[in-house]
T-cell receptor
Framework: EPEVTQTPSHQVTQMGQEVILRCVPI?????FYWYRQILGQKVEFLVS????????KSEIFDDQFSVERPDGSNFTLKIRSTKLEDSAMYFC????????????FGPGTRLLVL | AQSVTQPDIHITVSEGASLELRCNYS??????LFWYVQSPGQGLQLLLK??????LVQGIKGFEAEFKRSQSSFNLRKPSVHWSDAAEYFC????????????FGTGTRLLVSP
């Protein structure tokens, strides 16, 4: 069964450093998402992406965040200058269609900012 | 704005006993409702979803959920719990417009006792 994959599984970085989290969505999916889960809190929507554009973003997704689909398979989330509060599990998801279509989630990347 | 409440942070159930996990949502229109399960170190796996039609939906691993519009609820049930069901369970609501971000509840951690 096709699945969403994410790399790395864990990343430790120093405050102020840039990180790039990578995702490979399911191959025939067209809609891509990033969510995050701070330890002990709920999963929160960050951004949705379609046709090489951001479709919707949350208040969390400020200028320090960016997303990109650099090629036909990868979908990345970049944090330019990490803060302590960016420490979280980051989930990538993809769906075939929008508007009610099921989102399939990857296993997540645990980011720790020191 | 939509929101999801999962009132139980932890639930312990004996193996073989029945299970009900509660979920209440707030959304102005007809919601798309989902239950996801997260095992340790794993991503979010879809258990079942409700879009329309029959209010009792069947999912994987013997789970079912019932949508009750009058109570704004979408409770998850299983008649006989197995030790492998121990995990964290998340209820989520999706919008039926736009690119459908998911709004998650805080999750319920299920412990299964022998």
């Amino acid at each position: 069964e096709p699945e969403v994959t994410q790399t790395p599984s864990h990343q430790v970085t120093q405050m102020g450093q840039e990180v790039i989290l990578r995702c490979v969505p399911i191959s025939n999916h067209l809609y891509f998402y990033w969510y995050r889960q701070i330890l002990g809190q709920k999963v929160e929507f960050l951004v949705s992406f379609y046709n090489n554009e951001i479709s919707e973003k949350s208040e969390i997704f400020d200028d320090q965040f960016s997303v990109e689909r650099p090629d036909g398979s990868n979908f990345t989330l970049k944090i330019r200058s990490t803060k302590l509060e960016d420490s979280a599990m980051y989930f990538c998801a993809s769906s075939e269609r929008r508007g009610g279509e099921t989102q399939y989630f990857g296993p997540g990347t645990r980011l720790l900012v020191l | 704005a939509q929101s999801v409440t999962q009132p139980d942070i932890h639930i312990t159930v004996s193996e073989g006993a029945s299970l009900e996990l509660r979920c209440n949502y707030s959304y102005g229109a007809t919601p798309y409702l989902f239950w996801y399960v997260q095992s340790p170190g794993q991503g979010l796996q879809l258990l079942l979803k409700y879009f329309s039609g029959d209010t009792l939906v069947q999912g994987i691993k013997g789970f079912e959920a019932e949508f009750k519009r009058s109570q704004s609820s979408f409770n998850l049930r299983k008649p006989s719990v197995h030790w492998s069901d121990a995990a964290e369970y998340f209820c989520a609501v999706g919008t039926n417009t736009g690119f459908q971000k998911l709004v998650f509840g805080t999750g319920t951690r299920l412990l299964v006792s022998p």
